[in-house]
């Protein structure tokens, strides 16, 4: 039974999660409601609408109050789990103790919620996060309809979804609304702060071309389906186990580590796929989950019929969370790999490796136990380099970072010379989806992104979709 629901502030969520709520429209949502154009030049308060949340990325975005945004966001879901873990984790930051927030989720749940969103437009930017099969047509129907989109990655899963992007970039110029993705891993300090050093070409040098056994750039990403967000184990839809549904590991979190490679080695230039960029290889295998991890997770007692298809031994589950892309951007070799383990170790989380080679010395980020699971950023002059020069060197351009980072140092240890970031600056992952938003929010203002946004993010996604169908075609 639906249930109509002019307005529900949080907290006070529990009837309305026992019930599918509906939200009415009414003439004050559409007399408000401003288009992408309207909200960019500024006009109004920005204004959320949440489609489909069914990954709790979704929810991330509304961790703090955002500056100009408005308190009410309009939700449009199916009823079920889905939209119920993301409003509970809404309701958990609402409900804190320390700097609650103060959301109000007006929520629709009818079948036709896509098309009541359209119908309705009561805000001017949409958030999608959630099934990925689904994503690349919801952020298609919303640009169409002149709304803003702030989208999880990945925006497309398969070679069919990265065509239909192109086009509805290319409707998101003609109706001057932005498309954007939410990479969180350009506010990393260590991932900043690599990026930072190898700009300083006193130190750096210049990229290396490498070659593919040894490529310039290398960037490996490690991954847990079973860990904590916002302190509370995390509960994963069924769906998250089908690639069909999910996107396999390498069209997914590698779009992280490709968007870094373009971000870092090649600042605020365009990346062409047609001209830069040329895939050498690409490998995806499996995680295997067992019954019994699958329940921790989804708290699910059986697995569902459409993951049926990827079990085996009637209790062992196949997921091709895994991958990894070989190629050159520019003509300098990469290596970007993605690896899904079913949980860290006691005391570990998600660990990240990456390294730019430069003419004069690398630039490495580590991760493991050595560095208490916490990154840490290395410089390395490269054999045979005088070990005075390059110290005075390092230490004058010192001084250009620490003017933007202040309080950051340097220590030599053996040959190597580790960069100390002082706490303030390792503000979290979850806090970097707040950092997105407010950047995304300058954009919505200035009524423009930088030139090389776009551009890079389709090659990006050319990259990964066309990995994927090199992979799978390999036994």
């Not at 290398?218 to 302190?231: A, D, I, L, P, Q």
């Not at 047609?274 to 995806?284: E, G, H, P, V, W």
């Amino acid at each position: 039974m639906l249930r109509n629901l002019t307005s529900v502030t949080l907290p006070g969520l529990a009837l309305c999660l026992l019930f599918s709520c509906s939200s009415k429209k009414n003439a004050a949502d559409s007399e408000t409601a401003s288009t992408g154009s309207e909200a960019a030049s500024g006009g109004g308060n920005i204004k959320l609408i949440t489609l489909d949340p069914g990954h709790f990325h979704s929810a991330l975005v509304q961790k703090t109050m955002l500056k100009n945004v408005d308190a009410t966001v309009h939700v449009y879901a199916p009823a079920g789990e889905d939209v119920q873990e993301h409003l509970k984790k809404i309701e958990s930051y609402n409900t804190r103790a320390e700097d609650p927030t103060t959301w109000k989720e007006e929520i629709y749940t009818g079948e036709d919620f896509l098309q009541k969103m359209l119908a309705d437009k009561p805000g001017n930017v949409v958030i999608i996060a959630g099934n990925n099969q689904k994503k690349t047509e919801y952020i298609k129907a919303s640009v169409e309809a002149g709304l803003n989109v702030l989208a999880d990655k990945p925006m497309a899963i398969n070679s069919e979804d990265f065509d239909q992007l192109k086009k509805t970039f290319a409707t998101a110029a003609e109706k001057k609304v932005l498309l954007y993705d939410i990479m969180t891993e350009r506010y990393e300090i260590t991932n900043m702060l690599q990026r930072e050093f190898s700009m300083l070409t006193e130190v750096f040098g210049t990229l290396q071309k490498g070659t593919p056994a040894d490529p310039a750039i290398t960037k490996e990403s490690v991954h847990h389906f079973f860990k904590y967000v916002s302190g509370a184990p995390i509960k994963r839809p069924a769906w998250f186990f089908d690639v069909t549904q999910q996107g396999a590991g390498i069209v997914d979190v590698t779009t992280h580590l490709v968007d870094l490679v373009q971000w870092a080695a090649y600042p605020e230039q365009v990346i062409d796929y047609n001209q830069d960029i040329q895939l050498n290889s690409a490998r995806r295998w499996k995680t295997n989950v067992g019954l019994s991890q699958f329940k921790k997770i989804t708290q699910l007692t059986a697995f569902p019929d459409f993951l049926k298809k990827d079990v085996t031994q009637d209790s062992l589950l196949g997921v091709y969370a895994n991958g990894e892309i070989n190629y050159q951007i520019k003509g300098a070799h990469a290596k970007v790999s993605v690896i899904w383990n079913f949980q860290a170790p006691e005391g570990t989380g998600d660990t990240h490796y990456s390294i730019m080679k430069g003419s004069k010395a690398n630039l490495i980020i580590r991760q493991g136990k050595e560095q208490n699971y916490k990154p840490v950023l290395y410089i390395e002059p490269v054999k045979g380099s005088n070990t005075e020069t390059f110290a005075g060197d390092l230490k004058n351009a010192l001084a250009k970072v620490q003017a933007k980072y202040p309080g950051l140092e340097i220590e030599k240890i053996g040959s190597i010379w580790t960069v100390t970031v002082p706490e303030k600056y390792h503000n979290g992952h979850e806090a970097h989806f707040g950092q997105v938003a407010e950047k995304y929010l300058q954009f919505l203002a200035a009524g423009e992104m930088p030139a090389w946004e776009v551009p890079n993010m389709i090659t990006k996604y050319y990259l990964t979709t066309k990995a994927l169908e090199m992979a799978s075609k390999q036994k």
